[in-house]
């Protein structure tokens, strides 16, 4: 039976995804790398650090751990800088209406995103209240596809993974979500999250009845 989710938040609850682009687009800028937005779409879901490793692969360039880590923090400020503009008015379509329905109903949520400025942007959004435990990228040190935030968030909420349906834009996600035996639900196209166990498009068709009607019993 189902009784709880776990949201990421990247993609799912709010689209930071254009603006971890802007962020990286001008580090590469300035460092004279190659960065689009299809190598922009492979750092959904995944740390800042492995982020900047995907980047480097891709120019086929190298750095040390410390220039790896200064670098990864220049891009830090200039996407905590962006998030300032962020209001209450920037939830996805259909992620406010189903947090709300969720509170209404009583069932139990976690956030379980792989950011370290989750908070921040929970604060931006006024969201915190939607949710009942919230793990981050400072809760656990693997990071997805590894599934142990999502896991973080189920012993949190006392609850077994197949209690909870997981939803996830990334990959990376529904890999983490499967590997620790939760429901998942994939927002976006299928070459992306078509291996989660439902896909919507987008936020806006997944409601709770058509959540409830696929996952009952
Ligand atoms: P930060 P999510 C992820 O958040 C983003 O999808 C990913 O692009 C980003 O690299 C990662 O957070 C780390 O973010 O640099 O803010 O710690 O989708 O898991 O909510
Ligand atoms: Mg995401």
Redesign the pocket.
Known sequence: MIKGFIF??????TD??ES?YMAWKKLSDEMGWAFDHEVNDK??????M??IQVILDHNSATLDEAAMAQL?AK??DI?VASLETMTPEDYLPGAKELLTHLRTEGFSVAL???????IKVLEQLNAAAYFDVIG??NSVSKS?PEPD?FLHGAERLNLQPDECIVF???ES?IDAAKAGGFHSVGIGPKDRVGHADLRFDTMKEATLFEIKSYFKD
């Open positions: 990421d938040l990247d993609g799912v609850i930071t995804a971890h750092l959904r879901g995944i740390s800042r492995d982020s990864a891009k830090n996407y379980g995103s792989a950011s370290k400025n989750a981050d990228g997805k935030i996830e834009d990334a996600g």
